[in-house]
Nanobody, 117 residues
């Protein structure tokens, strides 16, 4: 069974930066469509950014120009570089691996990001 493990969350001041990592195991990472989601207290989960197996990236409007998604297939790891963080970015960030050929999804356990002064 595939597994995903996030790391890199924490407390940061407004305007600061964090880099999240999502490391995959026991799956064909190179074939996976990878996503970062976030869920703030009292809000629905939202898609933040996604990157295809061919490394095409798309972003939610709220994070465009501030966040960068990337992947390193050799390390089976996806990243989310978050710059110019705002209090509204506070949420639990989770990574998802989707395999279109089998409609299979794997989820990480999530990592907390708190933006506060």
């Amino acid at each position: 069974q595939g597994q995903l493990m996030e790391s890199g969350g924490g407390l940061v001041q407004p305007g600061g930066s964090l880099r999240l990592s999502c490391t995959a195991s026991r799956m064909d990472f190179m074939s996976a469509h990878m996503c970062w989601y976030r869920q703030a207290p009292g809000k629905e989960r939202e898609l933040v950014a996604q990157i295809s197996s061919g490394s095409t990236a798309t972003y939610a409007e709220a994070v465009k120009g501030r966040f960068t998604i990337s992947r390193d297939n050799a390390k089976s790891t996806m990243y989310l570089q978050m710059n110019m963080l705002k209090p509204d970015d506070t949420a639990v960030y989770s990574c998802n691996a989707h395999f279109p050929s089998t409609s299979t999804d794997f989820w990480g356990q999530g990592t907390q990001v708190t933006v506060s002064s």
